[in-house]
């Protein structure tokens, strides 16, 4: 039966000729547990170019166009299509599904302005709806935001079989809130300005006094904080490397309205100060021992070794895990631990997210408006909810890419 989508879905199977090849290294069953687990689609966007037959002219065949916009969207099918569990019924959904989301997206533009952005710029060439959505290492993702070769545009993947589970088919109103979202990395994703460059940041490797999880269970509050005061001097850094906030606003404790700095490195010193502040905190506070353990390991442990906030206009997020990849993993200590480490970024003029485990400490307030106590809670929140998922999941600090500014 040659239905709309089926005649789409032959048209477009060339696009998914590179996750052919990682599907059948990945097998059946393997595919299938990854299916069991799907990393938020904020936290992780692998730069690369799953679709470089999208360039070829009339690979896409016709799409579906949506009235009002300046895209289409296409159905791809390949060979995660036999062990993905969908039928035509729910590929069928999934594109209508879509198509209504964005067709209320379009009718209150003014409420998504990401979205409005990236239609301003024209950023979004196309969106694909495919079986199943995987990055260059096999991860699988709800979304993911690739790059084209057409400077300053981008193409929108989504799973099918994700949109399947989290129970979207045929609901475009529960859609609606996690579709926008994607719409930041669409626009950071296609902006093609120079990005900052990082400043070198001197650490002290081979003396960073780094403890395992028994000996710092062990350990009284004054020591430590005692510890603490030592990775500072050697490890744990806590200015971000771009130093993003030199000459910007701040913010007073408790007030939302931004003030000019007093000199150029003021704004970058005030948070370096509170950061510090609220990091005692965690590690002295018992209650932080007890409600987020991880968060007081994994700063002494020397899985953190960043915690800064941070200027990123490009992403909507409040707070941020990123932990290096594995190949950029260093060796610290005199035991000579391999860590693959982790940055704690806070982005200082965001607003918590309803869904921000920390969302009723902040208030309503800017990040950049907390107080040291706030913070030292939305920082153990942080690290205690995401570093370990992060690492396991294969989360890396591929989004490193937009550099704060």
């Given amino acids: 039966m040659m239905n709309r989508l089926t005649r789409d879905r032959a048209q477009a199977d060339l696009l998914t000729h590179r996750y052919r090849s990682v599907v059948w290294v990945l097998g059946a069953g393997a595919l299938l547990c990854a299916f069991l687990f799907v990393p938020d689609a904020q936290a992780n966007?692998?730069?690369?170019?799953?679709?470089?037959?999208?360039?070829?002219?009339?690979?896409?065949?016709?799409?579906?166009?949506?009235?009002?916009?300046?895209?289409?969207?296409?159905?791809?099918?390949?060979?995660?299509?036999?062990?993905?569990?969908?039928?035509?019924?729910?590929?069928?959904?999934?594109?209508?599904?879509?198509?209504?989301?964005?067709?209320?997206?379009?009718?209150?533009?003014?409420?998504?302005?990401?979205?409005?952005?990236?239609?301003?710029?024209?950023?979004?060439?196309?969106?694909?709806?495919?079986?199943?959505?995987?990055?260059?290492?096999?991860?699988?993702?709800?979304?993911?935001?690739?790059?084209?070769?057409?400077?300053?545009?981008?193409?929108?993947?989504?799973?099918?079989?994700?949109?399947?589970?989290?129970?979207?088919?045929?609901?475009?109103?529960?859609?609606?809130?996690?579709?926008?979202?994607?719409?930041?990395?669409?626009?950071?994703?296609?902006?093609?300005?120079?990005?900052?460059?990082?400043?070198?940041?001197?650490?002290?490797?081979?003396?960073?006094?780094?403890?395992?999880?028994?000996?710092?269970?062990?350990?009284?509050?004054?020591?430590?904080?005692?510890?603490?005061?030592?990775?500072?001097?050697?490890?744990?850094?806590?200015?971000?490397?771009?130093?993003?906030?030199?000459?910007?606003p701040w913010y007073e404790v408790g007030h939302s309205a931004p003030l000019p700095p007093t000199h150029a490195d003021s704004t970058t010193k005030l948070y370096d100060i509170r950061i510090r502040e609220a990091l005692q905190k965690i590690v002295r506070d018992p209650s932080f021992l007890e409600r987020t353990p991880k968060a007081v390991r994994n700063l002494l442990n020397g899985k953190v070794w960043n915690v800064a906030y941070v200027k990123i206009d490009q992403r909507d997020w409040s707070t941020r895990t990123r932990v290096l990849s594995e190949e950029k993993s260093v060796v610290v200590g005199k035991r000579e631990r391999r860590i693959q480490p982790a940055a704690i970024l806070v982005n200082v003029h965001r607003l918590a997210a309803a869904d921000d485990p920390f969302y009723r400490e902040t208030q309503g307030l800017p990040m950049g408006a907390l107080s040291a106590d706030q913070l030292a809670h939305v920082i153990a929140l942080e690290i205690h909810h995401n570093i370990q998922e992060k690492s396991l999941s294969g989360h890396t600090a591929q989004d490193a890419l937009t550099a704060p500014r």
């Fill in 45 to 248: 966007h692998r730069d690369h170019q799953p679709h470089a037959d999208a360039e070829v002219p009339g690979v896409l065949g016709q799409g579906r166009e949506i009235p009002g916009a300046p895209f289409k969207v296409f159905l791809s099918t390949g060979a995660v299509a036999d062990v993905s569990g969908l039928d035509d019924a729910d590929l069928d959904a999934a594109v209508q599904t879509v198509i209504d989301t964005f067709i209320i997206m379009l009718q209150h533009r003014a409420d998504y302005p990401r979205f409005e952005e990236s239609l301003t710029k024209q950023a979004l060439k196309q969106v694909v709806i495919e079986p199943v959505v995987v990055n260059d290492e096999g991860k699988a993702f709800a979304f993911l935001v690739a790059r084209t070769k057409e400077p300053g545009r981008v193409t929108l993947l989504i799973s099918a079989t994700s949109l399947k589970d989290r129970g979207y088919l045929n609901h475009p109103d529960s859609l609606l809130p996690v579709l926008s979202r994607e719409f930041q990395w669409g626009v950071s994703k296609a902006d093609t300005a120079p990005k900052a460059k990082a400043v070198a940041v001197e650490r002290n490797l081979e003396k960073a006094p780094i403890l395992t999880d028994e000996e710092i269970a062990g350990l009284s509050a004054e020591e430590r904080v005692r510890l603490l005061q030592q990775l500072f001097d050697t490890y744990l850094r806590t200015v971000d490397d771009q130093r993003s906030l030199d000459g910007q």
